[in-house]
């Protein structure tokens, strides 16, 4: 006769086994390769599926436009540098300068890509400068406030317009 409490034991054990191989394999499917250096090596070697729309400028107005992303950065990380300092107000001129409505992109500093950009594109550009106008209001309300929790809020609405865009849309100079 066999052992009850073995039998349930090798039941239990190869139960385990198959929830780990599973969990395993779900694991593998969902995890963001970035956080894995060799890992993430590994998978762009084998060129994971870009399904980014693929969006065409003319020269000159791609490379002004990637001029313009740059800014962008630097506009986010002007505005974080300033309000650890505590120097809102001038956070909220970094946040226009880098980021707001008066920053024009384009080859001529006239916005002269928006023809090439297909609509959901131009809408998360233009809900990207709306949150940067915004987050300027807010950091000159914070000079009195000092609701820092609200210049976060703020913050985030910005970059959540960078994320966006950046997952969905990606940019080729025409040839
Ligand atoms: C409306 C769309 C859109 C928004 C909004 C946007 N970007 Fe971009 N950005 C792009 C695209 C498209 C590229 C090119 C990506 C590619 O071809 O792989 C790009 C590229 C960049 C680059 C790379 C520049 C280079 O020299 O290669 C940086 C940095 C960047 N963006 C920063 C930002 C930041 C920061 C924000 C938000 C404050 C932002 N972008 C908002 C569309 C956008």
Known sequence: MVDRS???????VAGSLIAVGTFAAMDHSKHDPSMHGDHAAMM?????EDKRELVLYPRPV???TLRNMREHLRG???VQRLVGEGRYTEAAEAAERGMGMGHNHGHEGNASEHQFMPPGMMSLGRGMHMAAAELATTLRDTEVTDDLQAVFVAMGKVTANCVAC??????????
């Open 6 to 12: 073995k039998l349930v034991a090798g039941v239990f």
């Open 44 to 48: 762009q070697q084998k060129s994971v």
């Open 62 to 64: 791609y490379e002004s």
């Open 76 to 78: 986010v990380s002007q």
């Open 166 to 175: 950046h997952d969905a849309y990606r940019l080729q100079p025409m040839e």
